[in-house]
């Protein structure tokens, strides 16, 4: 969703590949639906609160319909011997497309104590117990918050949040994976900047969840200008040269964070 | 008052998921089945539904759930009622804490403890997510069970086909062609067909 999201607004012209890196960083990180986050984030940049607005709406109204008028065609036929077999078929399907998310999920997490503690602690709660799911997420949303308060006030081990750095071999990948897409954008600028998207954004979600973004930004933010110095066709030496230049940006970042 | 039951449910579910559509399963599975506004079995019909069909999953079910929930009380214009009621709430949390995170931009993005809470946050939606699956599975194998008040007479029905088809499809999910899994919609399709056939034409 969110690649169309960038595909449809960079046309328009509404927002910027800046931009789209915000929204989905926003998006991601605040509460609640996350395309609905992002139709919120577009719409309240082009055009403030009723933008917004009409975006949100915009984005849940084919939801509300479709589901709304397919909702009394399965009541219907779910009286039908067929069809409830093939959605008892379907429900231990279901099981296992949940499953598959979570774990990719669990992929992306710190490995660490923490993690593992609250894993199953809260899934033993929430499965064998009626307290509410909402109260342990906040529990461990204050958690995490003291966590970093601690950790501020001299503690002698930095917070995880601090010491996932760019730095391991996974997200030092990833970010070669930016820079070369970073190159397929100068070269052919306008022609296929759809189908950088997606893979794109795969890196840059994966990113968010362990690092600091603020390198992407400015990492961005270097090439938007390159960009707009330079023609499209680009000689050698140049490209030489932003490749080093964004290595000494990602070494600056570096440092800042030492 | 359900319907504003069903809005402050909706609006805290909403407003307590952080990673968007399969993130909210596992709160609304708690606060839907759990509290008995839903039946088991149709919660998870409306997943498999609320997952092929466009837009986003958490809105899809949320209409659903509203639209069953208004249906059961009072026919086909307090379904509309109760699904609207339902849209909004999940959607509104959204909506008002993006509208204050854009003003905020650069503070909250980079903000160390918005960070911390993140961190603190996300194992613990992600096991939401484990419970969810965990109990989806007891319900298709053991009809009778309710995972918060166990019984002896929780085990005396016991769907082994439908453990042999979980497992199945959780094998068939793994299977990567040309290094792409299978699309969940296209594994939701092959479940039905199979269901068709083992549990309509073996009736098994």
């Not at chain 2, 069903?6 to 579910?13: A, H, M």
């Not at chain 2, 809470?117 to 069970?145: H, K, N, Q, S, W």
Request: charge should be negative.
């Amino acid at each position: 969703m969110i690649s169309l999201i960038e595909r449809e607004t960079t046309r328009k012209g509404w927002m910027t590949q800046e931009d789209i890196i915000d929204m989905v960083s926003l998006a991601e990180s605040t509460p609640g639906v996350i395309a609905v986050n992002s139709a919120t984030f577009v719409g309240c940049k082009v055009a403030g609160f009723w933008g917004a607005l009409v975006a949100t709406v915009g984005v849940v109204l084919p939801s509300f319909i479709v589901i709304s008028s397919l909702f009394f065609v399965l009541e219907a036929f779910l009286q039908n011997v067929w069809v409830s077999a093939a959605f008892k078929g379907i429900r231990a399907c279901v099981a296992v497309l949940i499953l598959n998310v979570s774990i990719k999920l669990v992929g992306q997490l710190p490995r660490n104590a923490y993690t593992y503690i609250v894993l199953v602690c809260v899934f033993a709660i929430v499965t064998f117990t009626n307290i509410s799911g909402i109260w342990l997420i906040l529990l461990c949303a204050i958690i995490g918050i003291i966590s970093v308060f601690i950790s501020n006030r001299g503690g002698r081990h930095p917070h995880p949040v601090d010491s996932t750095l760019p730095t391991t071999d996974s997200t030092q990948d990833k970010m070669h994976g930016t820079d070369n897409k970073e190159h397929e954008l100068l070269d052919n600028y306008d022609s296929s900047l759809s189908n950088t998207v997606a893979s794109k954004h795969n890196s840059i979600d994966s990113a968010l969840l362990t690092t600091d973004y603020t390198w992407l930004r400015g990492h961005n933010q270097a090439s938007v200008d390159n960009e707009l110095d330079s023609s499209v066709n680009l000689p050698n030496e140049y490209r030489d040269e932003h490749h080093t230049q964004c290595e000494d940006s990602q070494e600056h970042n570096e440092e800042d964070k030492q | 008052m359900i319907y504003l039951q069903l809005f402050l449910t909706c609006f805290k579910i909403g407003l307590f998921t952080i990673g968007g559509g399969y993130a909210m399963i596992g709160l609304m599975s708690q606060a839907f089945v759990g509290s008995g506004l839903i039946d088991g079995a149709m919660f998870i019909n409306m997943i498999a539904v609320a997952e092929s069909t466009p837009g986003p999953i958490a809105v899809n079910l949320a209409t659903f759930v509203g639209m069953q929930a208004g249906y059961k009380m009072g026919g086909v214009g307090w379904a509309y009622l109760g699904a609207t009621v339902a849209t909004i709430g999940v959607v509104l949390p959204s909506f008002i804490v993006m509208l204050i995170a854009f003003r905020l931009l650069s503070v909250y993005a980079s903000n160390k403890y918005v960070k911390g809470a993140l961190y603190g946050m996300r194992p613990a939606v992600i096991a939401l997510m484990f419970a969810a699956v965990a109990t989806v599975l007891l319900l298709v194998i053991f009809p009778l069970l309710d995972t918060t008040a166990i019984t002896v007479q929780s085990f005396e029905q016991f769907d082994y086909v439908s453990l042999i088809l979980f497992v199945t499809f959780l094998a068939v999910s793994r299977i990567k062609i040309k290094g792409r899994a299978i699309h969940p919609i296209a594994l939701i399709g092959c479940s039905a067909v199979v269901g068709i056939i083992v549990f309509g034409l073996l009736s098994l």
